[in-house]
């Protein structure tokens, strides 16, 4: 995995992103010190989005709030 610069990868973003998009990793460092990694993103880790809102509803069931509305909820945080 190759290091560069912050500011090398500031500076040169586009050239480095084509380069991360045909599956290179870069580790991007301040002063020598690595900070962040640029790697490209797993797709196969790309959630469905229906799917997340299934699972969203499925969790809210067994959730309440006690009672509470979202506007008490909201009252309170103003205190």
Do not use: W
């Not at 990868?9 to 962040?36: Q, S």
């Amino acid at each position: 995995m190759e290091s560069i610069g912050s500011y090398e990868a500031k500076t040169h973003l586009p050239a480095f992103l084509e380069r991360v998009e045909k599956g290179e990793e870069f580790v991007i460092t301040r002063h020598g010190v690595p900070i962040a990694r640029l790697v490209p993103v797993d797709r196969d880790r790309q959630r469905d989005v229906r799917a997340v809102i299934e699972e969203l509803k499925k969790f809210r069931l067994g959730h309440t709030l006690e009672g509470l509305s979202v506007r008490d909820m909201i009252n309170e945080g103003r205190r």
